[in-house]
């Protein structure tokens, strides 16, 4: 069964103190691993599509990485900004299919 | 910067009414979807969308529940009935269809059964 499991659930940071989300996945046919981002009462905002293993994307102060087996998030010396739910999304082989979500990594950055 | 459109943006009802969601796609995008999220859980996937017909569906996808892009710019999901276990966020979603397989999302709309 095609599963995605995000951790830790919940994380609370100081301002500054860089960290790392972990997505972890069990999937066949594999077209793509998304990072969302969702602020409460809204839908997700896209942050980074990753294809293969190796493969980083950065934006900011988010850097996204790519391995066989699971995904990180890696934040750079935060801001409470940056406070939000994180979503680890997959898509599948034929392209243009379904996305299955994680439960998402709720973040919170105290000043 | 184009973006996905919802309205309303908080819709209720009583069970057993029929309600209609609607979304504006990115313009010139050709892949459509609905997905849902009940309070404190997972985002879910109900259906996607594309030339006109319904490409794929889930289990939660079942005959209360239908789509429609009624013109060019229009998307549409009708629940018809609606349950008390329908209230949750609804969003939609579009895909360029060009190659890049990223979906990008509208705002939701919150439908509350009562």
């Known amino acids: 069964e095609d599963q995605v499991t995000q951790s830790p659930e919940a994380l609370r940071l100081q301002e500054g103190e860089s960290s790392s989300l972990n997505c972890s996945y069990t999937v066949s046919g594999l077209r793509g691993l998304f990072w969302y981002r969702q602020d409460p009462g809204k839908g997700p905002e896209f942050l980074f599509t990753l294809y293969s293993a190796g493969e980083e994307k950065e934006k900011e102060r988010l850097k996204a990485t790519l391995t066989k087996k699971e995904s990180f998030l890696h934040i750079t010396a935060p801001k409470p900004e940056d406070s939000a739910t994180y979503l680890c999304?997959?898509?599948?082989?034929?392209?243009?299919?379904?996305?299955?979500f994680g439960a998402g990594t709720r973040l919170a950055v105290h000043p | 910067e184009p973006e996905v459109t919802q309205t309303p943006s908080h819709q209720v009802t009583q069970m057993g009414q029929e309600v209609i969601l609607r979304c504006v796609p990115i313009s010139n995008h050709l892949y459509f979807y609905w997905y849902r999220q009940i309070l404190g859980q997972k985002v879910e996937f109900l259906v996607s969308?594309?030339?006109?017909?319904?490409?794929?569906k889930s289990e939660i996808f079942d005959d209360q529940f239908s789509v429609e892009r009624p013109d060019g710019s229009n998307f549409t999901l009708k629940i018809r009935s609606t349950k008390l276990e329908d209230s949750a966020m609804y969003f939609c979603?579009?895909?360029?269809?060009?190659?890049?397989?990223?979906?990008?999302f509208g705002p939701g709309t919150r439908l509350t059964v009562l």
């Open positions: 979603a579009s895909n360029s269809g060009t190659g890049v397989d990223t979906q990008y």
């Open positions: 969308f594309y030339n006109n017909e319904i490409s794929e």
């Open positions: 999304a997959l898509g599948f082989s034929g392209g243009y299919n379904k996305l299955i």
